[in-house]
C-alpha cells in the first residue's frame, strides 16, 4: 500500500477524499474505486456526474482522487483536463468548506498543482503525512508552515485493490 499517503489518524486517500467532499454532498459520499477499464479518475462534469460540485473541482481533492489512482495501478490526468468542465476552480490550495471533523487533511493534498499542472507523488511522497493543519488555519497559511517539516520514510508500494469508502448518511 501507499502507507505514506496516509494521514495521521491512519485514513487512506480514499476515505480522506470521501470526508472531504461530503461537505459539499449533504453530508456523505462514496468514493468509488476506478471504473473497470480505466486507468484514471476522470474529471468532474455537471452533466454525466451526479456528484459534481466545487468541492470536486478543487486541487486537495483532485490531489487525493490522483493519489487513489495511482493506489489501484493506474495513473492521473493533468490538472488542467481534470478541471476542464468545472464551473468555477477555488485558488490552490482551498477548500469552499472545513474540514470535516473525524479527519485530517495530509500536508501532501495541500501541495500546488496548478504550477506543475499535475500531481507529483514524489513531491507528495516528500511532503508527508504529519503534521497536519488544524482546521482553524487557512490551507495557505498551513502550508507554508509546514515546507520545512519533512520525514524521512521507506516508499512503500500499494498492490492493486479496489474498494470504496462512503463517509455519513445512515
Known amino acids: 500500500m501507499w502507507?505514506?499517503?496516509?494521514?495521521?489518524?491512519?485514513?487512506?486517500?480514499y476515505l480522506v477524499a470521501a470526508f472531504m467532499?461530503?461537505?459539499?454532498?449533504?453530508?456523505?459520499?462514496?468514493?468509488?474505486?476506478?471504473?473497470?477499464?480505466?486507468?484514471?479518475?476522470?474529471?468532474?462534469?455537471?452533466?454525466?456526474d451526479a456528484d459534481y460540485n466545487l468541492c470536486m473541482c478543487t486541487t486537495i481533492v483532485y490531489s487525493l482522487r490522483s493519489a487513489c489512482g495511482g493506489c489501484q495501478g493506474?495513473?492521473?490526468?493533468?490538472?488542467?483536463e481534470y478541471k476542464l468542465r468545472c464551473a468555477e476552480t477555488p485558488p490552490a490550495p482551498s477548500f469552499p468548506n472545513a474540514v470535516p471533523v473525524g479527519t485530517r487533511v495530509p500536508p501532501w493534498a495541500?501541495?500546488?498543482v496548478a504550477n506543475d499542472n499535475n500531481w507529483d507523488r514524489h513531491k507528495s511522497y516528500a511532503a508527508g503525512d504529519t503534521p497536519e493543519c488544524p482546521k482553524h488555519l487557512q490551507h495557505l497559511e498551513c502550508l507554508e508552515r509546514l515546507k520545512c517539516l519533512k520525514r524521512p520514510r521507506l516508499w512503500q508500494f500499494c498492490p492493486k485493490y479496489r474498494h470504496a469508502y462512503t463517509y455519513g448518511g445512515t
Do not use: E
Open 3 to 13: 502507507i505514506w499517503s496516509f494521514n495521521s489518524l491512519d485514513q487512506d486517500p
Open 21 to 48: 467532499m461530503s461537505t459539499c454532498n449533504g453530508g456523505t459520499f462514496t468514493m468509488k474505486s476506478l471504473p473497470t477499464g480505466s486507468m484514471y479518475y476522470p474529471g468532474p462534469s455537471p452533466k454525466d
Open 74 to 80: 493506474g495513473t492521473w490526468i493533468p490538472w488542467s
Open 110 to 112: 495541500l501541495l500546488d
